[in-house]
Every structure is written in C-alpha cells, then in structure tokens.
C-alpha cells in the first residue's frame, strides 16, 4: 500500500514539474519575443512599411 501511494506521489511530482518547465519556456519565449519588439521597433515599422509600399 505504502508502495503504491509512494509511487503515485512521485508520478504526480514528474508531471508537476514537467508542466512547470513548458510553462517557464512559455514565459521565456514570450519575455523575449516582446523584448525583441521593444527594442527594435523603429526597425520593424521601417521593415513593414517598406514592404507595404513594395
């Protein structure tokens, strides 16, 4: 019994700890994305408007 429970528990920890890293790349992808945009907006709109008048 005690075996069992043991087991499920670290089972559940795994996917715990699994969902956490997916949602930490989530938010460091994110975190970057929006950095890149707010560093370099000058150059976007440059990039897109030349584009649009293309």
């Known amino acids: ?5 043991h ?3 670290s089972s559940l920890y795994e ?3 699994y969902k ?3 949602i930490i790349t ?3 992808i994110t975190f970057i ?3 890149i945009i707010a560093i370099y907006p ?5 990039y897109c ?6």
């Not at 019994?1 to 429970?5: E, G, K, S, T, Y």
């Not at 000058?42 to 440059?46: C, R, S």
């Open 20 to 22: 956490t890293k997916i």
């Open 33 to 35: 994305i929006v950095t």
């Open 26 to 28: 989530h938010l460091i």
């Open 42 to 46: 000058e150059k976007l709109i440059t």
């Open 15 to 17: 996917t715990d700890d």
């Open 49 to 54: 408007n030349y584009n649009i008048v293309k």
């Open 7 to 9: 087991i499920s528990k």
């Open 1 to 5: 019994m005690n075996r069992i429970n």
